[in-house]
């Protein structure tokens, strides 16, 4: 199946670019895009978005089809063919 991956800079940056587009097997969990994006991408992006027990909601934001996954099994989202997946790092300032 297909992901379409969208993010914003520092991760835009690590992904090369703004949209990606991401194969997986079907039945995958945003744990297994996530560990495929990884793999592709290296250690940079594991650190700005995982650790090892799964993405860091205080670090990022992820959304499937609009919707916040932590709120619907955080790493355990199902997703599906065609979902659209954005990538939100907090950024803090004053």
């Known amino acids: 199946m297909n992901i379409q991956v969208r ?4 991760i835009a940056k690590i992904i090369s670019g703004r949209k990606i587009s991401i194969e997986l097997s079907e039945l995958s ?6 560990r495929e994006m ?6 940079e992006f594991f650190d700005a978005v995982c650790n090892e027990a799964g993405y860091l909601e205080d670090k990022v934001a ?3 089809n609009g919707i916040n996954a ?3 099994g ?4 199902q997703l599906k ?3 659209d997946v954005l990538i ?3 950024t803090g300032g004053g």
């Open 7 to 10: 993010s914003v800079h520092p």
């Open 29 to 34: 969990t945003l744990h297994e895009l996530l």
């Open 38 to 43: 990884t793999r592709a991408y290296g250690q």
């Open 62 to 64: 992820i959304l499937v």
């Open 70 to 72: 932590a709120v619907h």
């Open 74 to 77: 955080g790493a355990a989202m």
């Open 81 to 83: 063919d065609g979902d």
């Open 88 to 90: 939100l790092p907090f």
